[in-house]
């Protein structure tokens, strides 16, 4: 049987597993972020579903930006948990900004603002359609000052327009 490889679409759809709550072990590949959101080996933890991240993405207005800590404080907050897995949700982040590309090549409406998702401190996400360079165009777009730093693009001031969630 020929492998049909899965659309971004696909890879958004919500997985049967999930949301999921685990015990933060040392081994995760999200420890080091989960400690600095302030987990501790043995909290409670969330792996959300690809929905629930695009879902705060889209919630984002013109001239607002989000960061993935952000994103993972809301999703701690709403499952009454210590952290989120940053690791899945980056995943989930890039996922969603992949599926809003390849639907609007196909005609069909998304409203995904993916490009005001920053990276930690500020940095755009290389891994978004066409890169930090696309990401680049339409935050400047927006209004956006965004400043090279060594091999990366950062929003300098990005403190001063994030959204509340």
Not at 10 to 30: Q, R
Not at 41 to 48: C, L, P, R, S, T
Not at 86 to 109: H, Q, R, V, Y
């Amino acid at each position: 049987m020929a492998y049909k490889k899965k659309s971004w679409q696909d890879k958004m759809a919500d997985k049967d597993n999930f949301p999921k709550i685990l015990k933060l072990e040392s081994k995760f590949p999200c420890y080091r972020p989960a400690a600095k959101m302030g987990a501790k080996e043995g909290d409670d933890i969330v792996m959300a579903n690809p929905s629930e991240v695009e879902a705060i993405m889209k919630k984002i207005p013109r001239g607002k930006l989000i960061t993935i800590y952000q994103i993972c404080q809301k999703l701690a907050r709403q499952y009454k948990v210590a952290a989120c897995c940053s690791l899945t949700t980056g995943i989930f982040i890039m996922t969603a900004a992949n599926a809003a590309e390849e639907m609007k090549k196909e005609g069909k409406k998304n409203d995904a603002p993916y490009w005001r998702t920053l990276k930690a401190d500020g940095y755009l996400n290389e891994k978004y359609p066409g890169g930090a360079n696309a990401q680049k165009k339409l935050l400047e777009e927006e209004g956006h000052k965004v400043v090279r730093k060594g091999q990366k693009y950062r929003i300098p001031d990005y403190e001063k327009h994030l959204a509340k969630l």
